[in-house]
């Protein structure tokens, strides 16, 4: 199974991660962290392990309607724009041939784009924050452990 980063967080992640983001306060750099690490998912640069892939791109679902400080709509309209290319392309990934270079090229450009405008210690203070107030602490029934393989990136 493809699972495409515009493809709604599996049931129940999706509405969990909704009421976790709803219980916690956003500082609007916290959302442009999670703006930035949706654009590294995009463009195959993250480092992370399935599991956290599919738990942020659920996180940056979540959150993708809250003001942020640097990164607005424009952004958003990007990230949802490219999602909607990959999965016409028939589940098309960064790594796959399918993968226009144009569309990578302003993939690559958006991510560093949003990357200089975050520095590193607000990067690591919205992921230590997350970690603490437990967005990886899943219930078990929210565990996307079978998606996890067939994330795109």
Known sequence: MQVSPLEPA?????????HWVAGR???PAEVDCATAVMLKILDGKCKMNPRVKVVMVA????VK????LRLGAEVHDFIHWVCGRLAR????????????QPLRQQ???YRVLAETMISRPVMK????????D????????????ALAEALPC
């Open 10 to 18: 599996p049931a129940p992640l999706g509405p969990w991660m909704k």
């Open 25 to 27: 306060r956003w500082d």
């Open 59 to 62: 996180l940056y679902d979540a």
């Open 65 to 68: 309607g809250r003001p942020g």
């Open 89 to 100: 392309g028939a589940g098309a990934t960064a790594e796959d041939p399918l993968w226009e």
């Open 107 to 109: 993939v690559y450009e």
């Open 125 to 132: 203070a919205f992921k230590a924050a997350i970690r603490r």
């Open 134 to 145: 437990g967005v990886f602490d899943l219930p078990p029934e929210c565990e996307p452990a």
